[in-house]
């Protein structure tokens, strides 16, 4: 690839903050996770300028650190929350259409059991109207399973007191890749985005521009970027931007729900399906297979503590381990099979009264009197709807007269003629990484991650001599992926510390020298980078002992 054509490489970092600094934007988006990422691609494409910061790595909170599922909502019909069901369901088909790649259709079980917090017919009922509230093609909608269905679809699951099970469908993801592809998009469309850029500030003025005062967190430099509208799409960090405008207090706040995760090897749960169960307290819990390994969520707790970086505790360990264990006698899960795990805070819309698991998930515009605009709560899968939300009242508020056109916008690396060629580019895939002496059983995850973009990879493979498929990885991801640190590339970009942590381990040395070549790191910050990576890798499966 020429070096020209690398739009969204790190090393047109500084490049990129002249530009920052220089030009007047339509739009400042301050936060680079999914909301802010589709705000930034929406806004693009109707052809407003666009800058977009954000404070750590592109998707490095909330929208990395998801159950990593674009669904429906089927838990909302309890709520009846019936106009999310709709709304979201819907952007789950967009989205898949525009993303083949990365939204895998997954078949879910929902098994039921005597006394339990679902009924057959109540079952029955709620799906078929998730269905039709999802618009879910007549092929895949639900059907319901006696009990010996049931467990000839899952034999792990506990036989006493099962009724049967509701087998409907769902839609798994990479939550981080999603949004980076998204941010990538936004980049070719002309946004301009870059991380690791904090918000220090912002001044909101009645007059053509604002202002966000910025500080560059590699150089520690203090620049301000000029907008005509400011959005505030910080996910769990919405409030503390808002607070710099109104520190007195808020009317309306967002509420922070930690999710944790757990991964554990395929072999030690080696579930043929994804399942949904009840867990009996009100909450439900995800089983669901991925690659080699087979992942674990959710908690849904309050959470007050720091918003950096949330623990996984012993407490949510033995949550989760102690409801699989019920549910899959056989297994007989410990803390010490735990392969890696990951806790993530949901940005509610505070409800007064209500448990974390019954507040809506539903999303919310807030303006300030100055002008501010914050948007918070939400899902994944609505990201689209809410970027357009977004851009539809800037758009408003500016008096543009321009509509929305991501319903129909390819992401980079999707540019499939349907979404039923994924599967034969992956098996077409693993005879060529035969010929490339390469292990076909990275095929899905390189396809399921980056692809399109997988041909490029691949063919770069043949320059390297040792870990062939990982250095490929990093030489792309380099030039193409903004990627500025070692956790970048091993946790957001490929997802190896979640799933394949085994290859951190591996390739570590031999991938550090082409990071320093690239970025040009001096010894202090190769050390820095080399200990703070050892120091992650650690950190997956070791818990703290705080309560919940």
Same mark, same amino acid.
């Given at each position: 690839?020429?070096?020209?054509?690398?739009?969204?490489?790190?090393?047109?970092?500084?490049?990129?903050?002249?530009?920052?600094?220089?030009?007047?934007?339509?739009?400042?988006?301050?936060?680079?996770?999914? *909301?802010?990422?589709?705000?930034?691609?929406?806004?693009?494409?109707?052809?407003?300028?666009?800058?977009?910061?954000?404070?750590?790595?592109?998707?490095?909170?909330?929208?990395?650190?998801?159950?990593?599922?674009?669904?429906?909502?089927?838990?909302?019909?309890?709520?009846?929350?019936?106009?999310?069901?709709?709304?979201?369901?819907?952007?789950?088909?967009?989205? $898949?259409?525009?993303?083949?790649?990365?939204?895998?259709?997954?078949?879910?079980?929902?098994?039921?059991?005597?006394?339990?917090?679902?009924?057959?017919?109540?079952?029955?009922?709620?799906?078929?109207?998730? /269905?039709?509230?999802? &618009?879910?093609?007549?092929?895949?909608?639900?059907?319901?399973?006696?009990?010996?269905?049931?467990?000839?679809?899952?034999?792990?699951?506990?036989?006493?007191?099962?009724?049967?099970?509701?087998?409907? &469908?769902?839609?798994?993801?990479?939550?981080?890749?999603?949004?980076?592809?998204?941010?990538?998009?936004?980049?070719?469309?002309?946004?301009?985005?870059?991380?690791?850029?904090?918000?220090?500030?912002?001044?909101?003025?009645?007059?053509?521009?604002?202002?966000?005062?910025?500080?560059?967190? @590699?150089?520690?430099? /203090?620049?301000?970027?000029?907008?005509?509208?400011?959005?505030?799409?910080?996910?769990?960090?919405?409030?503390?931007?808002?607070?710099?405008?109104?520190?007195?207090?808020?009317?309306?706040?967002?509420?922070?729900?930690?999710?944790?995760?757990?991964?554990?090897? =395929?072999?030690?749960?080696?579930?043929?399906?994804?399942?949904?169960?009840?867990?009996?307290?009100?909450?439900?819990?995800?089983?669901?297979?991925?690659?080699?390994?087979?992942?674990?969520?959710?908690?849904?707790?309050?959470?007050?503590?720091?918003?950096?970086?949330?623990?996984?505790?012993?407490?949510?360990?033995?949550?989760?381990?102690?409801?699989?264990?019920?549910? $899959?006698?056989?297994?007989?899960?410990?803390?010490?099979?735990?392969?890696?795990? =990951?806790?993530?805070?949901?940005?509610?819309?505070?409800?007064?009264?209500?448990?974390?698991?019954?507040?809506?998930?539903?999303? %919310?515009? @807030?303006?300030?009197?100055?002008?501010?605009? &914050?948007?918070?709560?939400?899902?994944? *899968?609505?990201?689209?709807?809410?970027?357009?939300?977004?851009? /539809?009242?800037?758009?408003?508020?500016?008096?543009?007269?321009?509509?929305?056109?991501?319903?129909?916008?390819?992401?980079?690396?999707? %540019?499939?003629?349907?979404?039923?060629?994924?599967?034969?580019?992956?098996?077409?895939?693993?005879?060529?990484?035969?010929?490339?002496?390469?292990?076909?059983?990275?095929?899905?995850?390189?396809?399921?991650? @980056?692809?399109?973009?997988?041909?490029?990879?691949?063919?770069?493979?043949?320059?390297?001599?040792?870990?062939?498929?990982?250095?490929?990885?990093? =030489?792309?991801?380099?030039?193409?992926?903004?990627?500025?640190?070692?956790?970048?590339?091993?946790?957001?970009?490929?997802?190896?510390?979640? @799933?394949?942590?085994?290859?951190?381990?591996?390739?570590? %040395?031999?991938?550090?020298?082409?990071?320093?070549?690239?970025?040009?790191?001096?010894?202090?910050?190769?050390?820095?980078?080399?200990?703070?990576?050892?120091?992650?890798?650690?950190?997956?499966?070791?818990?703290?002992?705080?309560?919940?």
């Amino acid at each position: 690839m020429d070096s020209s054509k690398h739009i969204f490489s790190a090393d047109r970092r500084s490049q990129l903050m002249t530009e920052l600094v220089k030009r007047k934007f339509d739009i400042v988006v301050i936060g680079g996770g999914i *909301t802010g990422a589709g705000i930034a691609l929406d806004a693009a494409t109707r052809g407003l300028s666009v800058a977009l910061i954000e404070k750590s790595d592109f998707a490095s909170g909330t929208s990395g650190r998801s159950t990593k599922l674009i669904h429906g909502g089927l838990r909302y019909l309890k709520n009846h929350e019936f106009n999310l069901v709709k709304s979201v369901g819907r952007e789950r088909s967009i989205v $898949f259409q525009n993303a083949p790649h990365l939204v895998v259709p997954e078949k879910m079980l929902l098994p039921l059991f005597e006394g339990g917090s679902y009924s057959k017919f109540k079952t029955n009922i709620g799906l078929w109207l998730y /269905d039709r509230l999802a &618009s879910v093609n007549k092929k895949e909608r639900r059907i319901m399973l006696n009990s010996k269905e049931t467990l000839a679809k899952e034999p792990l699951l506990k036989e006493n007191g099962i009724l049967g099970a509701g087998f409907y &469908s769902e839609y798994r993801t990479d939550d981080a890749r999603l949004t980076l592809e998204v941010m990538k998009t936004a980049s070719s469309q002309g946004a301009l985005c870059l991380n690791y850029i904090r918000c220090s500030g912002v001044n909101i003025s009645s007059e053509d521009y604002s202002q966000v005062l910025c500080t560059d967190f @590699f150089g520690s430099k /203090d620049f301000v970027i000029t907008g005509k509208k400011i959005v505030n799409a910080t996910g769990p960090w919405v409030d503390e931007i808002r607070g710099i405008e109104v520190p007195n207090g808020l009317e309306k706040q967002v509420y922070h729900s930690k999710g944790v995760h757990l991964v554990v090897p =395929w072999e030690k749960l080696n579930v043929e399906n994804a399942v949904y169960f009840d867990v009996g307290d009100g909450r439900m819990i995800f089983v669901i297979p991925r690659f080699s390994t087979t992942y674990i969520g959710t908690t849904d707790t309050p959470y007050e503590g720091n918003l950096e970086n949330p623990s996984v505790s012993m407490n949510d360990v033995d949550y989760l381990l102690k409801a699989v264990n019920n549910m $899959f006698p056989a297994v007989n899960l410990s803390a010490g099979d735990i392969v890696s795990s =990951w806790s993530g805070l949901r940005p509610l819309i505070y409800e007064a009264g209500k448990k974390p698991s019954e507040m809506s998930r539903k999303d %919310e515009i @807030f303006v300030s009197d100055s002008g501010l605009i &914050s948007i918070a709560g939400g899902k994944l *899968t609505g990201y689209r709807l809410m970027a357009k939300n977004v851009v /539809d009242l800037i758009c408003k508020q500016l008096e543009i007269s321009q509509d929305c056109r991501t319903e129909s916008i390819r992401l980079i690396g999707g %540019e499939f003629k349907s979404t039923g060629l994924v599967s034969a580019y992956i098996t077409n895939l693993k005879t060529r990484m035969k010929s490339y002496q390469l292990n076909v059983k990275d095929a899905e995850m390189l396809v399921r991650s @980056f692809g399109k973009q997988t041909d490029i990879i691949l063919n770069k493979t043949r320059d390297f001599e040792e870990h062939k498929l990982v250095q490929a990885l990093a =030489w792309f991801c380099l030039r193409n992926e903004q990627v500025s640190t070692l956790a970048d590339f091993y946790i957001r970009r490929t997802g190896f510390l979640y @799933f394949q942590p085994e290859k951190i381990s591996e390739s570590l %040395e031999v991938i550090v020298p082409t990071f320093s070549a690239y970025l040009k790191w001096d010894r202090q910050r190769i050390d820095k980078e080399r200990l703070g990576m050892i120091c992650i890798l650690e950190s997956i499966n070791k818990f703290s002992n705080e309560t919940i």
